[in-house]
């Protein structure tokens, strides 16, 4: 009986440990949530800068048809340019998202990719493109200075860059658009402001 005692006395006091463990891990994880900002697309190059007109394209797209890039959008709406390749798996998984963000948000969409042409076929054997234009070259990746994919770099109706950066989620993708909603450039540049007016 003294052991039975002994036993469930030894069991509670285990019990109440682990009961104070699992209070400190729930605010230690309280408070890592709270300081860590939501990172938006990360701007990672010395490309033309936000705010500054894009480098103005004409070329064909894969099909033969002819594209703009940059300039005065001709249905006067913004336009996201990705740049890509058909071998980034995450590119991959990000393609359905880009086509409902698009029609979600009604903006012009140009996948920039390079590669062989074996890869292209490829891709677009697997995707239905939709309203997606898609470019292959390497020359305006060039002029952007996108050294990393996937990369958005979203232009308004007038060709003006408005906010630009990798893009590895749908977080990512939506913050471009919420940067040229808010005026900020960037979502860093948002949490950079909102430190600022809380000293």
Known sequence: MTYLIA???LLWIAFLGVTMVMLGLMRQIGLLHERSSPMGAMITDH???IGDQAPEFDLPDYFGRPVHIGGAS???RPT???FTAPTCPV???LFP???SI???EKIGVVMISDGAPEEHARFL?????GQIRYVVSAEIGMAFQVGKIPYGVLLDANGEIKAKGLTNTREHLESLLEADKTGFASLQQFMASRKKNAA
């Open 102 to 104: 698009a029609r979600a």
């Open 80 to 82: 996201l340019l990705m």
């Open 91 to 93: 590119c991959d998984k």
């Open 7 to 9: 036993s469930n006395i």
């Open 74 to 76: 001709a249905e006067g």
């Open 47 to 49: 490309g033309p800068d």
């Open 97 to 99: 998202i880009i086509k």
């Open 125 to 129: 054997r697997n995707h239905d493109l």
